[in-house]
């Protein structure tokens, strides 16, 4: 698959690194959908790449471009060897996640917390820039627990932008570091999108992109007409895939009438040749179709579709007539 991605616009619109979801197999679904939209891995740590399998972490499809590698850590000189590690594997751009609220990353010194020490990111970010001449972003919150004076993430933004960052990628939440599940910290506290659009104002010359609560074309349009220069989306893209689609319309098509979307069987039909070589690789076809089932969200039958592909028994066939099947059902052929 030939990507259409535009330097121009790297980062309009991009879904989120999201733990247990955006695996390889998501993204290359996603990339079918819409071919500008900016993907990111789930979060990697720099421990995992130094210690493990960086061939295990790191391979994708090059369909998947334009591609992110999203790690987690804290020590500059093992970042910067994770970033060499991501370079070498084609990635597009290295982001490090300042914005995980859970326990578990806390133990390692990373994610939210980190914006307590903007110093510390500062050598991240430059030990980084210095390893690879990819970009190098910052996925970070507004603030964390009780601090919500604007001054804390614009002199985070400030001290981190001087290390050579240009791109901050704003979850416009809080994250409360004890008290809140992960789950809850994505809802609990309040979106405060001005924070975004006012570090746009005394950052022009930064790529501010906006996540947070983006669920609806009005919300984002909007968002998107105040100045900033993209947004980030998360649970939407997982549970209601054909937005993508939609986005690619949307946000990416310039002409007066843009070209009809693609149909959602178009799609399955356009995913089952990277199946069937991942299946003779002995990839359980649950690991695939787990990704899918959102795609006909809202649309007649679509549950049916939902339970074809989430049956274990079905599953256990290893085979992509499983999916022609879905599609028999959606068009009422069975």
């Not at 985070?156 to 704003?170: M, S």
């Amino acid at each position: 698959m030939i990507s259409t991605f535009s330097s121009a616009t790297p980062y309009r619109f991009c879904v989120a690194p999201m733990l247990d979801w955006t695996d390889r197999h998501c993204r290359y679904f996603h990339r079918l959908l819409s071919p500008q939209a900016r993907l990111y891995t789930e979060m990697v740590t720099a421990a995992a790449l130094y210690y493990g399998d960086a061939a295990k972490h790191l391979d994708f499809d090059a369909a998947e471009h334009p591609l992110a590698l999203q790690l987690g850590g804290s020590d500059p000189a093992m970042l910067a060897h994770a970033a060499r590690l991501g370079a070498r594997w084609d990635y597009d751009e290295i982001n490090l996640n300042c914005g995980c609220p859970s326990a578990r990353v806390q133990s390692g010194s990373f994610g939210a917390c980190l914006m307590k020490e903007p110093t510390l990111v500062a050598d991240c970010v430059r030990a980084m820039r210095d390893a690879v001449t990819i970009p190098v972003t910052v996925k970070h919150r507004i603030g964390v627990d009780a601090i919500e004076d604007y001054g804390f993430v614009r002199d985070f933004v400030g001290a981190v932008h001087e290390a050579g960052c240009d791109v901050f990628i704003l979850h416009a939440r809080n994250a409360i570091l004890s008290g809140l599940s992960p789950k809850e910290n994505r809802e609990i506290p309040p979106l405060r999108y001005e924070a975004a659009q006012q570090l746009k104002r005394d950052f022009p010359q930064c790529t501010i992109v906006l996540n947070g609560g983006l669920t609806d074309w009005t919300t984002i349009e909007a968002q998107l007409a105040t100045g900033i220069d993209g947004v980030m989306v998360g649970r939407w893209a997982y549970h209601q895939p054909y937005c993508l689609a939609e986005a690619e319309a949307r946000l990416f098509n310039s002409a007066a009438l843009p070209p009809p979307l693609p149909t959602r069987r178009a799609i399955i039909e356009a995913m089952i040749p990277y199946i069937e070589t991942q299946l003779r690789q002995s990839v359980p076809l649950r690991a695939m179709t787990r990704h899918l089932l959102g795609l006909y969200h809202g649309q007649p039958r679509a549950r049916w579709f939902r339970q074809r592909l989430s049956d274990s028994q079905q599953l256990e066939r290893q085979s992509v007539e499983v999916l022609r099947e879905a599609l028999a059902l959606m068009e009422g052929d069975v």
